[in-house]
């Protein structure tokens, strides 16, 4: 541990993320140019913008939400998975985070989107696989409910966001990034899901069958 309960990689990408921020709102061409753009991307400008723009936030708040979210759970997934996997956890569902809001917005060359948003609904589904009796605060309010209690009304107000267009809120990168943790940490620890089949399973079925439906409509959600 780097500090008292911080391990080197959630530091690392803390300070990614805090240092990716602050230069692109300094620069407003750094902005663009990492952002989620569907414009750009339509036009093969910048493919890296699938991960780059998990470097860039909309603002203090935002930012600040996503980092001591990272700062709280992260290290559980160190612990829980070691350096590697928790890195291609978080990387992962940053990736598929993006890779699902191109899916859904890729005929919207307006769409734009910043955050590390998706990545840090990985690292929540990755700690509810890991420990789903664990407690999750509401808004950073002393109540606290059990991970994957959390994790399914999550999972099913995304949903339902997604569908219905609610929020000036990226559903759908929250959406691949929480289905890639939940399910690239039970592919490396399956014991996790023989052991927590009864609360686990709620959230595999959402995972997958939001999954079906998509593989045999891609317009489902769109």
């Not at 805090?18 to 750009?40: E, I, Y």
């Amino acid at each position: 541990m780097i500090l008292p309960g911080l391990d080197w990689v959630t530091l690392v990408l803390l300070a990614a993320i805090a240092l990716g921020s602050s230069l692109a709102w300094r620069n407003p061409w750094l902005f663009d140019r990492w952002a989620f753009d569907v414009a750009a991307l339509r036009r093969r400008q910048g493919r890296d913008r699938l991960l780059t723009s998990g470097l860039v936030h909309t603002g203090v708040f935002h930012l600040l939400f996503n980092l001591l979210t990272l700062w709280s759970f992260g290290p559980i997934l160190y612990r829980g998975l070691g350096p590697l996997r928790y890195a291609l956890l978080f990387l992962g569902s940053l990736l598929c985070g993006s890779a699902l809001s191109w899916a859904v917005h890729r005929r919207d060359p307006s769409y734009r989107a910043v955050g590390a948003s998706g990545a840090i609904s990985g690292v929540l589904l990755g700690v509810t696989a890991l420990h789903p009796h664990i407690g999750f605060s509401i808004f950073l309010l002393p109540l606290f409910i059990p991970a994957w209690i959390f994790s399914v009304v999550f999972t099913v107000l995304s949903l339902f966001g997604l569908k219905l267009g609610l929020g000036n809120i990226g559903h759908d990168a929250h959406l691949g990034g929480a289905f890639f943790g939940a399910l690239f940490t039970l592919s490396v620890r399956p014991d996790l899901f023989r052991e927590n089949f009864i609360y686990l399973s709620p959230v595999v079925l959402l995972c997958l069958g939001f999954l079906v439906i998509l593989k045999r409509d891609p317009r489902a959600f769109s």
